[in-house]
């Protein structure tokens, strides 16, 4: 169907929109999950920290050389 | 009736009455939202409107006239009963063609001639490959220009 | 009578849900990857050139599924709005509040491609017409939840109202479908209607449809992870949690576990 790349490529004269649509739903699509993942690595981290700090808290003579 | 089904029960009701409030609303708007209005009722009105409005049709068969010197255009929008004389000048959108769906934008002057100054095609909703087209052509059905206009 | 099985409910106790998305959601991701991949392929290279538009039209493999997709995850979220509050199942709150962002992400994409589509066939890429108007408030609306919901520091009060305006503007959805015919609008009719079948080459329907259920996993891998993420926030260490905090521990016991009901 299509005339080699370039052809691909040019759309039929329409390569900014059709491009221009498709690069915006890639790019916020891959944020979106980007910052998904950050935020739950976050929501961990803090879980983490309140576990070591309460484990500090009951056993003060194991947890306080570190 | 338990607490939790007199909470869903409220909670309906009011979102029923809501829902037939907003259509009467919009039932009562009906008149002011039109985006375009058709030849048929700008032959209607009883004094042409001052004010710009938009003009929706059917770009008429064999009318469009360009000038061979400038961008300007005449054509004339038709809803298959009455029809308006278009003028504008500038680019046309891609899909501008005779037969299909146009939307117009300016004022109309005393003579009936509506003067435009943004020109917009609207498309059906068929999608089609162009062999399907030419196919349907060679048979002798030209495809329906689209029920909307 | 008072341990009566609910097995609908077992998924609103935290824990089991977590297990749940655990599970799911890689699978999800799986089947929109291989649909995304599939609807590209037929999109570009199998569903010919429209007649009248040339390949302008290739916009529509994203634009008609993004849009179906923001209404569809409203209604959801107005649906989730009514559970929670008839039944305040907190679980239900999570739901909608993960809905909300992926369906504003949605809305504004069917906007910006629309917009990118409108351009170059109708020639403008804005116009306010009554199916262009109200999806512009739709996405307002899905702001409108987040950012009511972020503003009421008493986060039960702030679910709760957030919830009643998620429900009053469910009746937008149908507005927004219905636009086309109810007005003359410069956005053309439907394609794919409930009544008359689809007006549109077979391939060009198939990339459609593969768009649209890539669109649809997409949107529940992404939610159903911000619910579990939002869980995990509302959570301290001490609870269920500790039992999960790792992704390699061994799944809640299904077949044991008897619903509760419990509110949690």
């Known amino acids: 169907m299509w005339d080699g790349i370039g052809d691909f490529v040019a759309m039929g004269g329409h390569a900014p929109y059709v491009w221009g649509s498709y690069g915006a739903v890639v790019l916020l699509l891959g944020l979106e999950a980007a910052l998904l993942v950050r935020r739950r690595q976050r929501a961990w981290t803090r879980l983490a920290r309140q576990a070591r700090r309460s484990t500090t808290a009951r056993h003060p003579s194991t947890g306080s050389e570190s | ?101 146009v939307v117009a934008e300016g004022r109309i002057d005393s003579n009936g001639t509506f003067h435009a100054n943004k020109v917009m095609a609207r498309h059906d909703e068929e999608y089609m490959p162009a062999e399907a087209q030419e196919a349907i052509e060679r048979a002798g059905h030209p495809p329906d220009a689209g029920e909307g206009y | 009578m008072n341990r009566r099985r609910i097995p609908w409910l077992y998924f609103t106790v935290p824990r089991n849900f977590y297990w749940l998305v655990q599970r799911l959601v890689p699978l999800i991701w799986a089947v929109a990857a291989v649909l995304a991949v599939a609807g590209l392929y037929v999109g570009f290279f199998v569903a010919p050139p429209d007649y009248q538009q040339g390949n302008s039209y290739r916009i529509m493999f994203i634009h008609v599924p993004t849009a179906w997709m923001g209404m ?38 069917s906007l910006w491609t629309g917009a990118l589509w409108g351009a170059p066939t109708w020639g403008t890429y804005w116009v306010w017409d009554a199916r262009l108007t109200s999806t512009l408030l739709l996405l307002f609306l899905f702001l409108g939840y987040m950012a009511l919901y972020a503003a009421i520091d008493d986060r039960e009060k702030g679910a ?26 410069l956005h053309q009719g439907m394609s794919i209607s409930p009544s008359g079948g689809a007006s549109m080459a077979p391939s060009m329907l198939a990339a459609l449809l593969l768009g649209t259920g890539a669109c649809w996993a997409y949107c529940a891998a992404v939610t159903l992870r911000r619910a579990q993420t939002e869980l995990l ?31 949690n």
């Open chain 2, 1 to 101: 009736m338990k607490k939790r089904h007199k909470r869903l029960t409220i909670i309906l009701g009011a979102l029923a009455g809501l829902a037939i409030a907003t259509a009467l609303v919009l039932n009562a708007m009906r008149d002011s939202m039109v985006f375009f209005v058709t030849p048929s009722e700008v032959m209607a009105m009883s004094e042409m409107p001052e004010r710009s409005f938009r003009i929706g049709g059917l770009v008429e068969q064999g009318s469009v006239e360009r000038d061979q010197n400038s961008a300007d255009v005449v054509f004339h929008v038709t809803d298959t009963d009455k029809s308006v004389v278009v003028t504008y000048s500038g680019i046309l959108p891609d899909l501008f063609r005779e037969g299909q769906g």
């Open chain 3, 72 to 109: 569809f995850l409203y209604a959801l979220m107005a649906v989730y709005a009514v559970i929670f509050l008839a039944w305040r199942i907190k679980m239900a709150d999570v739901m909608a509040r993960s809905l909300a962002p992926t369906g504003a992400l949605m809305t504004a994409l």
């Open chain 3, 233 to 263: 926030e509302r959570e301290d260490s001490t609870g269920w949690t500790r039992t999960v905090s790792t992704d390699d521990a061994p799944p809640a016991p299904r077949g044991v576990a008897v619903p509760t009901g419990r509110r």
């Open chain 3, 160 to 185: 709760r109202a957030a919830a009643l305006l998620a429900l009053i503007g469910v009746i937008n959805v149908p507005v927004i479908y219905f636009s086309v015919e109810w007005w003359h609008t």
